[in-house]
């Protein structure tokens, strides 16, 4: 499509949202989203994702026409419908471009009244963050969206983590042995962990499990590479304080004994290697960890 059409189409669509209320236009636009069924709004699996664009950028421009008190009563529908995986997940880029335009335009029109949407939004920005790990323009954005989300609530973008991880993750934990390597919530969890610093210690349980399903030996083994590499990156990166310490030290028997030494057992192929390999780079960072931890405990007590 032409950019002067885009342009025009957007212009279009704000003009629209300030006569027509958004409970007016909101069944359209969920129907062209998720497709409709006997009257109700029903996932569609298999929905075009060049049509999720096309609406995606007609709902950023109606959002940004509207009134927030004419817009607020159908948020949560807006979101429930964005939030699902055959909207919000796709190898089509565009599609993401537009969902970050939607994201940006309820920041922008809900201002203080985000709270009571924010664990949504913080799920569809973290989706946007993991899509877009290669492009720094586009990482930029999500880290403004972030620092948005969290100043329209008064808070720091660290207690934004604090709030929606643990729930993020009891998600995830449903879904997550059926993951491969190229699994798009596969890709968000691994954003979740090393986005969440000292957040990441108190979701220990939840982390746990789903890096032990993901690593044994009936999974793929691109799948269990990947899990070791983002094990040994939280570990290089985990944050060396009393209570990352506590946790990481309650689990450091079931991580060593039940995800690293099964797989280092020793079998033919360079495949089966290179998950040794991840291992053995998960144990020395393991190892790491735990050295600075105590030196870092025993500077503690000298002083």
Request: aromatic content about 6%.
């Amino acid at each position: 499509m032409e950019p002067g059409l885009t342009g025009d189409i957007d212009k279009c669509s704000q003009t629209l949202a300030q006569f027509i209320t958004p409970v007016t236009w909101k069944p359209y636009v969920l129907t062209a989203l998720a497709g409709a069924s006997s009257g109700e709004v029903k996932s569609r699996v298999g929905v075009s994702p060049q049509l999720c664009t096309s609406c995606l950028r007609v709902l950023s421009s109606l959002i940004t026409g509207s009134q927030l008190h004419l817009l607020l009563p159908v948020v949560p529908d807006l979101l429930d419908t964005i939030c699902k995986p055959e909207v919000n997940e796709s190898s089509h880029h565009p599609l993401y471009r537009e969902l970050a335009a939607v994201v940006q335009s309820l920041l922008n029109v809900l201002g203080k009244s985000v709270t009571d949407f924010s664990c949504q939004i913080f799920f569809l920005i973290l989706r946007l963050s993991s899509a877009n790990r290669d492009s720094e323009v586009e990482r930029e954005e999500v880290e403004k969206m972030f620092s948005l989300l969290a100043s329209n609530q008064d808070i720091s973008v660290e207690e934004l983590y604090v709030r929606h991880a643990p729930s993020l993750v009891e998600q995830l934990n449903g879904l997550h042995k059926e993951w491969t390597r190229h699994s798009p919530d596969q890709s968000l969890f691994g954003e979740l962990l090393l986005r969440s610093g000292k957040t990441c210690a108190t979701i220990m349980p939840g982390i746990y499990s789903i890096f032990r399903d993901c690593t044994t030996k009936e999974k793929d083994p691109e799948l269990r590479m990947s899990m070791f590499t983002l094990l040994g990156r939280l570990l290089r990166e985990a944050p060396v304080t009393s209570e990352a310490a506590q946790q990481f030290s309650v689990f450091s028997v079931e991580i060593i004994e039940e995800i690293i030494i099964p797989n280092l057992e020793w079998r033919a192929g360079r495949t089966a290697g290179s998950v040794r390999c991840a291992a053995i780079s998960s144990l020395w960072h393991y190892s790491g960890l735990n050295c600075s931890v105590l030196n870092n405990s025993n500077r503690s007590k000298s002083n």
